[in-house]
């Protein structure tokens, strides 16, 4: 039980590590604007953050819901140690994770303001302020002066 314990501490902490680095990558990706990049970039990081799950899933169903640190403790020293240096690293890692994903979040939704700024000021330029300038026709309406000549058959 200790090896896939073991195991599966690593794979996690590989797993963190691949996953800091993609989200370096994809904050690189929005300074850049490259949007094509970025969603292929962000498919990746998802399937990685379920494999981390289904990973933390084992490590809970192989603990029967203990903690792995009580396990630790009933180990030797040095498989003890050996666990409680994975564990140590993978916690700073999911922070340093934790610490890149808002970074990126909050660049996505400050491009995204600004699209939006820029888009709504476009189209503040573009449509025309009167109602009355376009006729049914879809040409410039004659308006006319409420005192014109009547004319007609009495």
Do not use: W
């Not at 929005?30 to 084992?58: C, G, N, P, W």
């Not at 009933?74 to 140590?88: F, H, K, N, T």
């Not at 699209?115 to 300038?133: C, F, G, Y």
């Amino acid at each position: 039980m200790y090896q896939r314990i073991h195991d599966n501490l690593h794979r996690q902490h590989q797993a963190l590590m691949l996953l800091r680095d993609l989200l370096q990558e994809e904050y690189a990706l929005l300074i850049k604007h490259d949007t094509q990049a970025i969603v292929a970039l962000e498919f990746s990081i998802h399937e990685l953050v379920r494999q981390l799950a289904r990973e933390k899933m084992d490590i809970i169903s192989l603990l029967d819901g203990g903690r792995l640190l009580h396990y630790a403790d009933l180990l030797p020293r040095e498989d003890g140690d050996a666990l409680r240096s994975l564990y140590c690293g993978i916690d700073a890692l999911e922070q340093i994770s934790s610490r890149h994903a808002s970074r990126n979040a909050e660049l996505s939704l400050a491009l995204l303001d600004q699209s939006q700024r820029t888009l709504q000021e476009l189209n503040e330029q573009i449509v025309p302020h009167s109602t009355l300038t376009y006729g049914r026709r879809g040409s410039m309406d004659n308006i006319r002066p409420q005192a014109s000549i009547i004319s007609g058959r009495l």
